[in-house]
T-cell receptor, first 117, second 117 residues
Framework: GAVVSQHPSWVICKSGTSVKIECRSL??????MFWYRQFPKQSLMLMAT?????????EQGVEKDKFLINHASLTLSTLTVTSAHPEDSSFYIC?????????????FGEGSRLTVL | AQKVTQAQTEISVVEKEDVTLDCVYE???????LFWYKQPPSGELVFLIR??????QNEISGRYSWNFQKSTSSFNFTITASQVVDSAVYFC??????????????FGTGTRLKVLA
């Protein structure tokens, strides 16, 4: 149980286009999901906290208009990288926590590797 | 402020050797949670263990063991009789509510473990 799935796993796009990444909790409900960004050989940096039915909470330094997050249901959160540029190329990972378990462990998706040409 | 330090950037061992990965954390909260995750080359983070701040009992799970010491703010991870399949990046993470009331993760920079045959 507690499976989180991301789609797509790999995406290559041209500069200036927008890319949407989906994060789904397959067998549980997740009131809260988290989006991370990971550069090669570096740690995971929290971008934002996604709450079902409300606006996401962004970490300092993360552009809200650049990285649009929508958490429309208890099993789906999406991250849209708008007007992507090469510097947005990265590994994006989502995670989810079982609803009601505010201190529980996070379950991570497989990650989505974005390459912007 | 919260902080997680994994001083060992990369460790190489020969198969069957024991190896300990260090993790030191900082937090002002009295209630907090510590985690270890494994990130194999495929990229997905695999949950290994969760420990709350009130439980200092060490834990063993097969070849894995964890040593939690509040006095030194450390949560070290030992792999006994390492195997090639243990090769991965290991992340230590801290979760507390000190910043926003949401139990977010703060990750260490990770330790890359290479187990040589």
């Amino acid at each position: 149980g507690a499976v989180v799935s991301q789609h797509p796993s790999w995406v290559i796009c041209k500069s200036g286009t927008s890319v949407k990444i989906e994060c789904r909790s397959l067998d549980f409900q997740a009131t809260t999901m988290f989006w991370y960004r990971q550069f090669p050989k570096q740690s995971l940096m929290l971008m934002a906290t996604s709450n079902e039915g409300s606006k996401a909470t962004y970490e300092q330094g993360v552009e809200k208009d650049k990285f649009l997050i929508n958490h429309a249901s208890l099993t789906l959160s999406t991250l849209t990288v708008t007007s992507a540029h090469p510097e947005d190329s990265s590994f994006y990972i989502c995670s989810a926590r079982l609803s009601g378990r505010v201190t529980g462990e996070l379950f991570f998706g497989e990650g989505s590797r974005l390459t912007v040409l | 402020a919260q902080k997680v330090t994994q001083a060992q950037t990369e460790i190489s061992v020969v198969e069957k050797e024991d190896v300990t990965l260090d993790c030191v954390y900082e937090t002002r909260d009295t209630t907090y949670y510590l985690f270890w995750y494994k990130q194999p080359p495929s990229g997905e983070l695999v949950f290994l263990i969760r420990r709350n701040s009130f439980d200092e009992q060490n834990e063993i799970s097969g070849r894995y063991s964890w040593n939690f010491q509040k006095s030194t703010s450390s949560f070290n991870f030992t792999i006994t009789a390492s195997q090639v399949v243990d090769s991965a990046v290991y992340f230590c993470a801290l979760s507390d509510s000190s910043t926003s009331g949401t139990y977010k993760y703060i990750f260490g920079t990770g330790t890359r473990l290479k187990v040589l045959a």
